[in-house]
């Protein structure tokens, strides 16, 4: 991407904490907005030149429930539905207002609010939203489908306006993207009905397989190229379990055969030189089950890299030939 479509970029961030964890089965998210603040965060996106606003962690309490039935096999709706209602409009609050919002949680339910409320003001501008989930499950199932009832599994559906879920904003505007504008990115745990549905709505999908064989530039490059063809925009969800547990072992649900460092490094680098990401969330870090803070800081580079910090001053050249040029 040239400088001049780079200078666009907003130089404006927002962060907002929201440490949910009844969404998942283990305990403990509640804790990664502190930690990812602990391990700098905030400091090293200042040191990249941006303006940074901390909105510190969100809150519901106080926030009444809905008297919708609750649907069968959702365990917490009540309490997520009140952070998801929450959460979509003050998402939808900080992308208005010409900021990039970056959102820290919590469990990957967070997703339910913060892409709803990003989605609704890419709607109101006209521009497409599409939404790249990096992450080793692909969050696809439905109360129907669901085998443990737990909620962080149902956010990719629940965007997708997959029925089931259909109360859970109540008066707060949905506003689902199409299956088409979502990538799966490193997969590699999904369970047989969410397989399914995944497969009937042609979702895109680059699990670990096709990252073995095609590698991460080639995948990256596809996906980048499909935002552009739209004029769209994009929202970064990434769930820290995408890494390999031998890099990112403080996440509740660790499965082998994840990203590599490096190659993490790379797509945040491709997707910082494409210049289409908006809004990003960051999930599922469980402090708890950390090893000295080594997952927290690691998550701290990728997102570095997100925002163009670099290893050398040069530009990357993205589809040079010669590494050399």
């Not at 030149?49 to 009540?78: M, Q």
């Not at 769209?232 to 649900?253: E, Q, R, Y």
């Not at 927290?296 to 990728?302: C, D, G, K, S, W």
Request: hydrophobic share 40%.
């Amino acid at each position: 991407m040239n400088d001049v479509a780079r200078s666009e970029l907003p130089r404006e961030i927002a962060v907002l904490g929201a440490g949910i964890e009844i969404g998942a089965s283990q305990r403990g998210t509640l804790m990664g907005p502190a930690a990812l603040r602990t391990a700098g965060l905030l400091t090293l996106l200042e040191s990249l030149g941006f303006s940074v606003e901390d909105h510190g962690d969100l809150s519901v309490a106080g926030v009444p429930e809905l008297d919708d039935v609750p649907p069968d096999n959702c365990r917490h709706y009540r309490e997520i539905q009140r952070w998801t209602r929450t959460l979509s409009t003050r998402a939808y609050e900080l992308a208005h207002s010409g900021v990039i919002p970056i959102f820290i949680g919590g469990d990957h339910s967070l997703s339910m609010g913060s892409v709803n409320g990003v989605a609704r003001h890419c709607r109101e501008t006209g521009r497409d939203l599409f939404v790249m989930w990096l992450d080793a499950h692909a969050d696809y199932n439905t109360p129907a489908t669901t085998i443990t009832g737990n909620m962080h599994g149902m956010s990719g559906a629940f965007l997708c306006g997959e029925p089931g879920l259909d109360g859970l904003l109540g008066n707060e505007p949905r506003a689902s993207i199409d299956s088409s504008r979502l990538e799966l990115f490193g997969t590699r745990s999904i369970d047989k009905l969410e397989k399914e549905l995944v497969r009937e709505r042609r979702i895109s999908v680059a699990d670990m397989r096709h990252i073995d064989q095609f590698g991460v530039g080639i995948l990256m490059r596809r996906a980048i190229d499909r935002v552009k063809a739209s004029n769209g925009v994009l929202h970064l969800s990434f769930d820290v379990d995408f890494l390999d547990p031998d890099v990112a072992p403080g996440v509740g649900t660790t499965v082998p055969g994840g990203a590599t460092y490096r190659e993490a490094h790379l797509i945040m680098e491709m997707l910082h030189d494409s210049g289409i990401v908006r809004s990003v969330d960051i999930v599922e870090l469980n402090p708890f089950l950390d090893v000295r803070g080594r997952t927290a800081r690691a998550v701290v580079e990728l997102v570095g890299s997100l925002f163009g910090q670099q290893i050398t001053d040069r530009p990357t050249p993205t589809n040079a030939i010669d590494p050399d040029r």
